[in-house]
């Protein structure tokens, strides 16, 4: 079992930055690829960035590629997502997950999420 809580989130001006961080209970935490997912309102849930369990391979949707970088610290059991140059298309609510098995870039291949954080840019 892991438990993952997010923070970061907030309102930013377009072209704005914010790091938003996953915090992960348990000893396993470096067992697991990372993800990062987001859902706009009225939207489905999309995929955003995956990391591995070593942190040796990062992966993105091109929509964030060169804006956002996943990285992670399992001494701190905590991963990262750091969003530059901030777009109002960004706005949604970020949730990171565990992977579980198969390609990152689909939600059914994690088995445990955290709450959501809330991502608002303006423009």
């Known amino acids: 079992q892991v438990q993952l809580v997010e923070s970061g989130g907030g309102l930013v001006q377009a072209g704005g930055s914010l790091r938003l961080s996953c915090a992960a209970s348990?000893?396993?935490?470096?067992?697991?690829?990372m993800g990062w997912f987001r859902q706009a309102p009225g939207k489905e849930r999309e995929f955003v960035a995956a990391?591995?369990?070593?942190?040796?391979?990062?992966y993105y949707a091109d929509s964030v590629k060169g804006r956002f970088t996943i990285s992670r610290d399992n001494a701190k059991n905590t991963v990262y997502l750091q969003m530059n140059s901030l777009k109002p298309e960004d706005t949604a609510v970020y949730y990171c997950?565990?992977?579980?098995?198969?390609?990152?870039?689909?939600?059914?291949?994690?088995?445990?999420w955290g709450q959501g954080t809330q991502v608002t840019v303006s423009s």
């Open positions: 997950a565990a992977h579980r098995s198969g390609t990152y870039y689909v939600s059914p291949a994690y088995n445990y």
């Open positions: 348990g000893r396993t935490f470096s067992s697991y690829a």
């Open positions: 990391i591995t369990r070593s942190g040796g391979s990062t």
